[in-house]
């Protein structure tokens, strides 16, 4: 037997919030389920879902979402205006470049290109 993805689910303090970050950064409609849990179906992906926890978070993220992304700068640049925030600068090597960022409550994921 072989099991299958149906969601991907962060852990967080505002699901309500976050959720509307998530669904305006890579599409789809918010769907608050309840006051401890929402989540958003965005075009092509797996649904990415946020629950309530009591305690935040302390470290670094142990999985992240890679999201491709052809124009780092200008892909930083509107994640930003949502709310996101830069970790260094961009990083090339001979696979491509990625942008390290970090949601609205801290948890990492990277822009990356080529």
Request: proline share 8%; aromatic share 8%.
């Amino acid at each position: 037997m072989r099991a299958h993805v149906s969601e991907i689910v962060f852990d967080c303090a505002d699901p309500a919030g976050l959720v509307r970050f998530w669904a305006e950064l890579l599409g789809g409609v918010p769907v608050d389920r309840s006051p401890d849990w929402s989540y958003v179906e965005p075009p092509g992906f797996v649904r990415i879902a946020f629950q309530q926890v009591p305690e935040g978070k302390a470290v670094k993220n142990r999985l992240h979402l890679d999201l491709d992304a052809p124009e780092l700068d200008a892909a930083a640049d509107g994640a930003t205006a949502l709310g996101a925030s830069r970790v260094g600068g961009v990083v090339t090597d001979p696979q491509g470049s990625f942008q390290v960022m970090r949601d609205p409550e801290g948890n990492e994921f990277c822009f990356v290109s080529g």
